[in-house]
């Protein structure tokens, strides 16, 4: 813990954290709703207007890792008062923009200043808060990830008709300067550069590849997924980002890597964060097609499918503080395998699904998939965060939110992928109605099937995966 924070510091510390998470989350799904009134307001068209979204996530994605590696070296404080700062601004030339260039251009500047902060949040709570305290203050970054995902369309619906499109950017900028102001004023500096025998140098050659190649790969992952191109030149980009990457690994063999290789060394970080990948692999297949399911089959309104939709982040946002606090009291085992056989479980009672399944009963499914997010979200997170050294916890936090990100984005397009193959038809047909409620059911059930496999094979991760060597490792943690 940085110099035994006092008490009543430390919620502030954690406020301030849950802010910043809160507005990062929230643009992540805010901007949705607004996509057809900023194309009409600028003049796009719907592929277009679509970078408004993906040049966000791929900004933040692409650069957690660097930020991560450099919080380490240069300290935790300045550059997470400089990621609010970024962010920031980036909402405030977001709001000014008058075309579409300049909008995707200020997104870029806002998600680099997300991940700046998103990258350092699990790293400055695991240091502020003692081990008996650490996974109950994770869970509640967890409930503001679900509430940000939670209110985001809802709000962002609000602001538009009430404010116009400019007003879900303007919003972040008094919260965004309050919370540069707050980080000077509470949070403790962890800056370890003075440490004996330290590496402080950063590897720019390592992280311009890491960078290019993550790029790469995620512009050709969502590109697909959006259906802005075809399989042909989506899988050429990915086998360039593919040979990116390697180089990458190459460079990794100098001096001073952006990555600790150390870090894996632990299974309990390994398997932590592969297992996070696969749970987010398996839920996004989820929360993709379920909308489909629930308006195009069952016949449901925006409103009332997203009122059910909205049933999982709520439950996750209520029970994460409890599993984390619990998982404070035992161990984080039994939880994280209990939560991952509720999600494997959720998804495979998601394949009996048909055109007249009652309405409670899909609601029942729902709340047992955020109960098991919750289960396995916090308590795996103070696993992970606990089992690295202190001066490591800026590169082990952007680690564990990349491989979350890449869960999400590859669950996505790989159930788009899938649903594809089985039902011989695009995703526009889906969209657009014209799909036969029997042929989307046979795609949709092979889709959460495969998505419970994935939640099983993280579960299999945590029950065998971390046993050899785990007292080591839980030593670090406790």
């Known amino acids: 813990m940085d110099s035994a924070v006092p008490k009543g510091r430390r919620g502030l510390v954690l406020f301030n954290a849950c802010v910043i998470t809160f507005m990062a989350t929230l643009d992540g799904s805010i901007v949705n709703i607004a996509l057809p009134t900023i194309a009409k307001a600028l003049g796009a068209g719907v592929s277009a207007v679509q970078w408004v979204v993906t040049s966000y996530l791929l900004c933040v994605s692409a650069t957690l890792l660097v930020w991560g590696r450099l919080s380490d070296i240069y300290g935790r404080k300045r550059l997470f008062a400089a990621g609010l700062l970024t962010f920031t601004v980036g909402s405030l030339l977001c709001g000014l923009s008058g075309s579409l260039s300049a909008l995707v251009a200020s997104r870029v500047l806002q998600g680099l200043g997300a991940a700046m902060a998103m990258a350092l949040v699990q790293g400055i709570v695991t240091s502020t808060f003692p081990p008996e ?6 869970g509640f970054i967890g409930s503001v990830v679900a509430i940000g995902s939670l209110v985001g369309p809802s709000l962002g619906g609000l602001l538009v008709a009430i404010a116009g499109w ?16 707050l980080t000077f004023a509470v949070m403790p500096e962890s800056r370890h550069s003075g440490v004996a025998g330290r590496d402080t140098a950063f590897n720019w050659s390592g992280s311009a590849l890491f960078v290019l190649s993550i790029a790469a790969l995620f512009v050709a992952m969502l590109a697909f997924q959006d259906g802005l191109v075809a399989a042909s030149p ?6 360039i980002a593919f040979v990116l990457f390697f180089a990458f ?3 990794e063999r100098r001096p001073s890597p952006l990555v600790d290789r150390s870090l894996f060394q632990s299974r309990v970080f390994t398997m932590g964060v592969i297992d996070s990948c696969l749970s987010y692999v398996a839920m996004f297949s989820y ?6 399911y629930l308006q195009g089959v069952r016949g449901m309104s925006v409103l009332g499918a997203g009122a059910l939709m909205s049933v999982y982040p709520l439950v996750t946002g209520v029970l994460a503080p409890l599993a984390g606090s619990l998982s404070d009291r035992i161990t984080y085992r039994p939880l994280t395998i209990a939560g991952l056989l509720c999600n494997a479980s959720g998804l495979a ?4 699904l048909g055109p007249g399944t009652p309405l409670y009963a899909i609601g029942a499914v729902v709340v047992l998939l955020g109960a098991g997010g919750a289960m396995f979200q916090s308590p795996n997170n103070s696993s992970v965060m606990g089992s690295v050294p202190r001066d490591r916890l800026g590169i082990a936090g952007s680690l564990n939110a990349f491989f979350r990100n890449l869960g999400m984005v590859t669950g996505t397009t790989l159930s788009v992928s899938l649903f594809s193959l089985v039902t011989k038809a695009r995703m526009d047909s889906v969209s657009s109605g014209a799909l036969d409620g029997a042929v989307f059911l046979g795609g949709f059930r092979v889709v959460v099937l495969a998505a419970s496999g994935f939640a099983l094979l993280a579960m299999i991760g945590e029950v065998f995966g971390k046993r050899r060597g785990e007292a080591g490792d839980l030593a670090a943690v406790r």
């Open 234 to 239: 989506a899988l050429g980009i990915a086998a």
């Open 249 to 251: 690994l190459r460079a």
């Open 133 to 138: 305290e650490r996974g109950k203050a994770l």
């Open 287 to 292: 929360t993709f097609f379920m909308p489909f």
């Open 349 to 352: 009672l998601l394949a009996t």
């Open 166 to 181: 400019r007003s879900i950017f303007f919003i972040n900028v008094p919260i965004g300067l309050g919370g540069v102001a």
